[in-house]
Each structure stands twice: as C-alpha cells, then as structure tokens.
C-alpha cells in the first residue's frame, strides 16, 4: 500500500537541507534557474552530483537540451533570492534581481552564493515526476559564509553550540 501524498509531504518536512539554486544558459533562450533543494553528492572519483527537476520546469527542459548546468548554494542571507527563484516572478525578472556572471562552461554563477558548482549532465534518470540529474563536476567555487537550511516548511540558521 503506497502512502497518500499528504503524510509523505509532512514527513519530508522533518528533513533539514540546504537550499540550491539550479541554472543553466542558452543563447536562444538566456539564463535559467530555479530553486531546489534535492541535491547531493555522488561520488568523489569523478566528482559529481545530483539534483532532482520537476519535468514540467523550463530550467530542468534547458538543463537537458544545453546538457551543462550549475548549482548554487545558497547562504543564509539569500532567501530572498530562493523565494524569487521558486517562482516568485519570471525568469528574466529573477536574473534581474541578483547578480550574476557567465560561468566557464555556460551556466550563470550567483555571485552571492556560498559555492557555485559547474557540471556537465552524464545522466538522466525518469523518476514518477521529475528527472533524477547527475552531473559530472566540472568547476567549483566557494565563497565565505553560513548555508541556507530549510526545514519544517520555513527557512533556518545554524546555531553555535
């Protein structure tokens, strides 16, 4: 017996993640990006990930066709900047609203994200609704500060113990 959707929502709500932004870039259409927060690592040797996109989003369409892609992990002072990007306003108007710089391989970079991972796609996985990407590290850059968490439905800090 499969669980109803309402019990499984409310469990993964007790999952604390850190909140991603997913980009991608094309000259016919110009940048995209939305938030995620189903990412992790891989593997080390090669380097790669993961991210989860819903199929009817035109980021997870432009990710497949241009085949690179980036992840930027948001920092604590960036929820704004989650919210934009889990469709509070079009796409133009997200880029807009955040700087951003073209990275080596295509995919805008968010300047202000605490890493912004580059990736070349080497797989893509069907998963009921969405697409299980992974993609093959191809360029890291770290930044200083504190992540951006998410859990129980709403946004939090670490704290010092």
Known sequence: MSVNANDFKNALKLWASGVTVVTAQSAQQGPKGMTATSFSSVS???PQILVCLNQTTDTG???LEEQSFAI???SAEQQAVSNEFAGGSNQE???A???WETGLYGAP???AALVSIECKLVQQV???THWVVIGEVENVICRTGEPLLYYHGGY???AEV
């Open 126 to 128: 069907v998963a009921g």
């Open 72 to 74: 930027n992990i948001l």
């Open 97 to 99: 609203n955040v700087d």
């Open 109 to 111: 970079l968010l300047s």
């Open 61 to 63: 369409a432009l990710v």
């Open 44 to 46: 080390m040797e090669p």
């Open 156 to 158: 939090r800090q670490l």
């Open 93 to 95: 108007q997200r880029f």
